[in-house]
RNA sequence: CGGGGCGUAGCGCAGCCUGGUCAGCGCACCUGCCUUGGGCGCAGGGGGACGGAGGUUCAAAUCCUCUCGCCCCGACCA
């Protein structure tokens, strides 16, 4: 890693302006300071500088990793659709996946991600109790198709991925397992110096949840996340459970009978709420989903929203609930989009959890141009089940203090999962217990964004000058600037210097480029090297050199003869306070 | 997949509506002088034929058609 480097020879292209293409910060700045270049959407190469920031992530993920008794190893990224088609995930997966067929005209893939590579080696390797646990992980590219590429190197198709698999004999071993990965996350991230929140992902099974994605608090963030000021609970706003701040309510019975009223293409909750003169929450409105095991009604409070994640946990199946086309709503419930409601409707009905804290409502009528009132659920239909079906968001009830739920912006960089028995029984990958049973390998699968990671750090640490790296990610930990390049005497301490500095194991860049003084301070806070040292004939006279932190802008001088030792105290300070 | 925008020099852009010395500006680059602690100044210079294909026209960067690429917004809450 610590390759002699002067400026002048460095391939780092910086420029002076924003690219046309990006929106977010991390985005331009990693183009402007020459860390990648686009080569199509969403696929990128990472040139010298942003592969050093890159390699020190992969180096603290393999460091813990390790540490946490995971082995690295490297599956290939081809890979055939068969073992595709025995998870199910061939029809599953949907159009992120790519795939293509070779010269034979056989089906494969460019792995999304590696499941089925790795219960494909163990359950060919596995044979008994006694071989498990073991946990693997490997760091490589992935693909995905994306649907809109973003913000650079953040949600790009072509990524760089670390994903570990952890296979277990029985629960409580996957349970360690997956502590120990939670524990291994939170060590990489805090060492990359980043601020983020574990968040739970999961709607909280009995015995806590199995899945938390860890999220770096940005504006930028494309994941919305729900927090709770008062006891720090965070969850995705996707998976976050929702909880009534309601009572649940005994039925009204004092409602007279329903009755319809002719609501002319009043069919969205917003116009029929208005012509009824009711709140959005006292209207009811009935959803019709296309799942695995057939169409869904879902009954849900006007001003909720269907949370797909939750619903999907409710009715099974393997591809994502998706709300049914007009046409299909139509021949379903014989009823146009817009009039569907529960009274009288012939299938099964799922209602949120919500609807039980009303006593009546209005809801569709069932009938083109009509809704129909003071409908009491229970009464005048009965629902097939009640879940917690609706999505989170501020306001609402936290789950665990009943405080008040904020929202927030997150970036996911790391997500651990419990996977359980899916793939090692889709795939057959089973070993003999004790008893000399043959059981599934319980899986755990754990994985972090790598170039997601970098970009995160950016947009966490940058000002108007440029990017500002925490010291565990810099490229480069100290740049040297002799400020006079044509004044051999500068240029040969400022060597001298940057020699001592390689010497002693720090990362020194050497800017030796015949530039003016400005030109270097520009492309060093560009750049956002930690710690800068300018050489120049006032400090020189002094037997001084200058140094000033990008952080925090302070400048000090420091006598020459002890500047190196003195940087390298402070740098395994500030590597010091990362992981701590 | 729907909507919108863009593609002119390495980068950032103007020109297009109202076809005809419009191929131009800033930065970068090259040469020389100058300057030397925050992208310095002056002078000179090289580089593109306007994403691609086809069409209209005496004439197309400019108008039309198709096509490729890139960016943004949205993707059905009944």
């Known amino acids: 890693m610590n390759q002699p480097m002067k400026f002048s020879q460095l391939f780092m292209p910086t420029l002076r302006e924003d690219p046309a293409e990006a929106e977010v910060v991390s985005h331009k700045l990693m183009v402007r300071a020459g860390l990648i270049r686009k080569l199509a959407s969403g696929i990128y190469s990472w040139l010298p500088v942003g592969l050093r920031s890159l390699r020190k992530v992969e180096n ?34 949907g159009k992120e996946l790519l795939r293509f067929k070779d010269r034979h005209d056989h089906e494969y893939c460019l792995g999304p991600t590696h499941e089925e590579v790795v219960t494909d080696i163990m359950r060919r390797e596995i044979r008994s109790y006694r071989d498990l646990p073991v946990n693997l992980y490997q760091i490589q590219q992935k693909f995905r198709d994306e649907i809109r590429p973003r913000f650079g190197v953040m949600r790009g198709r072509e990524f760089g991925m670390k994903d570990a698999y952890s296979f277990d004999k029985d629960d409580p071993g996957a349970e360690t397992s997956y502590r120990a990965m939670f524990q291994a ?37 494309e994941d919305a996340i729900v927090h709770c000021a008062s006891c720090g609970y965070a969850a995705n706003t996707e998976k976050a459970p929702f909880v009534c701040s309601a009572q649940t309510q005994a039925q009204d019975l004092d409602a007279p009978p329903y009755s319809k009223v002719l609501t002319p293409g009043m069919h969205t909750v ?34 909720r929203e269907v949370n797909a994640i939750k619903l999907k946990k409710v009715v099974g199946g393997e591809s994502d609930p998706e709300l049914a086309p007009p046409s299909m709503v139509q021949e379903v419930t014989g009823v146009p989009l817009g ?14 959890i919500g609807v039980r804290a009303l006593g009546r409502v209005a809801t569709g009528g069932n009938e083109p141009e009509y809704h129909i009132i003071n409908v009491v659920p229970g009464r005048d239909f009965s629902v097939t089940e009640y879940h917690d079906l609706s999505a989170a968001r ?63 750090s950016i947009e966490q640490n940058h000002d ?29 301490a400022a060597e001298k210097l940057y020699q001592d500095l390689l010497g002693l194991g720090v990362e020194a860049l050497l800017d030796d480029r015949d530039e003016r003084a400005g030109i270097k301070f520009k492309d060093a806070d560009l750049v956002g090297i930690p710690f800068r040292v300018s050489v120049s004939r006032k400090s020189l006279a002094a037997g001084q050199v200058e140094f000033k932190e990008r952080r925090s802008s302070e400048v000090r001088m420091i006598p020459l003869a002890e500047a190196a030792q003195t940087l390298l105290g402070w740098r395994n300070d500030q590597l010091a306070q990362a992981k701590a």
């Not at 909280?204 to 899945?211: E, H, P």
């Not at 709420?273 to 409105?285: D, G, S, Y």
Request: contains cysteine; glycine residues 12%; charged residues 20%.
């Open 394 to 456: 501020p306001g609402d009830l936290c789950p665990q203090c009943q405080g008040t739920l904020t929202i927030a912006r997150g970036i996911e960089v790391g997500h651990v999962f419990k996977l359980g028995d899916k793939y090692s029984k889709a795939m057959g990958a089973t070993f003999l217990n004790a008893e000399g049973k043959k059981d599934p390998i319980i899986m755990g699968c754990y994985g972090i964004g790598i170039g997601r990671t970098v970009a995160a």
């Open 60 to 93: 603290i993920i393999r460091d813990e990793m390790n540490r946490a008794g995971a082995q690295e190893i490297l599956m290939p990224a081809v890979q055939p659709g068969d073992i595709w088609k025995e998870s199910g995930r061939w029809t599953a997966y």
């Open 270 to 303: 917003e116009k029929a709420t208005k012509f009824l003169n009711i709140e959005a929450r006292e209207m009811l409105k009935t959803m019709i989903y296309k799942t695995d095991n057939g169409p869904v009604a879902v009954l849900i409070l006007g001003d």
């Open 339 to 352: 009039f569907i409601g529960p009274v009288g409707l012939n299938m099964p009905m799922l209602a949120d």
């Open 464 to 492: 108007e000058s440029g990017i500002i790296w925490p010291m565990p990610l810099a490229p480069f930990e100290v740049t040297v600037l002799p400020l006079q390049a044509q004044d051999p005497e500068i240029m040969a």
């Open 185 to 221: 996350y939170i060590n990489i991230f805090k060492r990359c110096g980043l601020r983020f929140t574990p968040v739970e992902a999961d709607s909280g099974s009995i015995g806590g949840s199995f899945s938390h994605e860890f999220m770096v608090l940005a504006e930028t963030g």
